[in-house]
Each structure stands twice: as C-alpha cells, then as structure tokens.
C-alpha cells in the first residue's frame, strides 16, 4: 500500500520524532510542514511564507511520490492535501510533559539566548505562552479544539495515540497494524 501519512498534534508531542521514525519504517519520504510554512531567515521561525507559496511547494515535493509521511499541523493552510492522506495520526501528549520538552528544546537550540537580557529571550517566552495555551485555546490558534473540528471532517482513518510513555519506536510499532486499509476511523 502506498501510505500518505500526516501526523499532527501539540507542538513538543513528539510529530516530527514520530514522523522520522515511521517514514524510516516504511522506506518512503518525510516533511515537516515547518519547512514550508516558514521562510529561511536569519532569525528562526519568525517569518511565515506566503500561505499559496507554502502549499505549491508541498504539494511540488510530494508530486509523484509514492509514499510519504508529513509532520506538524496544516490546519489553516494545508487543506488541498487532504485528499491525499491515507491515515491521520492525532498524537497526544501530557502538557506538562509536553511544556518541559519544549523547555529543553529550547535550551538545545538557542542556549543562553533565552535567558533574559539574551537575543531569543522574548521569543521563546511567547514560543512557550502560545504552546501552553493548546489544551484550552479556541479555533483561533494551534488549539485542541481546533485540530479536534478538523479531524472530525476527515474520511480518512484517524489514529490516537499517546506518547508520554511510549518512545518513537514503540509508537511505530502500534502504528504498524493499524495501517491496513481496514482499520476503522
């Protein structure tokens, strides 16, 4: 079967670590919808691409592919991929787990720069506002709420899974049975 899987969720849940991992699985091609809807600056995630230009490329890469795994969220932007997924896998994630994991990759990218006084410092403080806001925000931003309205309207299978116990590979191998053409939405 060629798989066109997108994986979504609350950012530092684990999609784009779960990606890597089953698009290695399944010997086919990964993305991070980061990479198209953010421009290469200077200053990391701070400039989105045009919301046309973002979904032109994406589709541009996954023109012909057989398989594909795609990471992150597209709700808002990446609705024309729709039609082209197989699965969905909605990936959940204790917040405070999720919070403490985004602090750490924080540090590991920026290091002191997101200290007070340090260049990143204000953005990673809203960085990390917005990412504590998921769990209750409303349809106005990377909210559970949000992605919950739109796995609703999906006909493909939408997969649940948890991973505040479970590794990339423990993951991939619950995904793996149930990524038959017969596994229920």
């Known amino acids: 079967m060629a798989y066109k899987i997108h994986i979504l969720g609350a950012a530092g849940a684990g999609t784009s670590t779960l990606g890597r991992a089953l698009a290695e699985r399944l010997n ?30 994406l589709q541009e890469q996954t023109a012909g592919l057989e398989g594909w795994v795609l990471s992150g969220s597209l709700c808002g932007w990446g609705d024309p991929m729709i039609a082209q997924f197989t699965h969905v896998v909605f990936l959940r994630l204790h917040p405070q787990v999720r919070l403490q994991r985004l602090r750490m990759r924080e540090v590991q990218r920026y290091g002191v720069e997101i200290l007070e006084g340090g260049s990143r410092y204000d953005n990673s403080v809203a960085f990390l506002a917005w990412a504590a806001r998921y769990d209750d925000g409303n349809h106005s931003l990377r909210s559970l709420r949000r992605h919950e309205t739109w796995l609703a309207a999906l006909a493909c299978p939408v997969i649940r899974l948890d991973s505040t116990h479970h590794s990339a590979e423990a993951l991939v191998n619950q995904l793996m049975p149930l990524l038959s053409p017969s596994a229920a939405k």
Do not use: C, H, L, N
């Open 28 to 57: 086919v091609a990964y993305f991070d919808a980061d990479d198209f809807y953010w421009q290469q600056t200077e200053v990391p995630f701070s400039a989105a691409r045009p919301k046309d230009e973002r979904i032109r490329q």
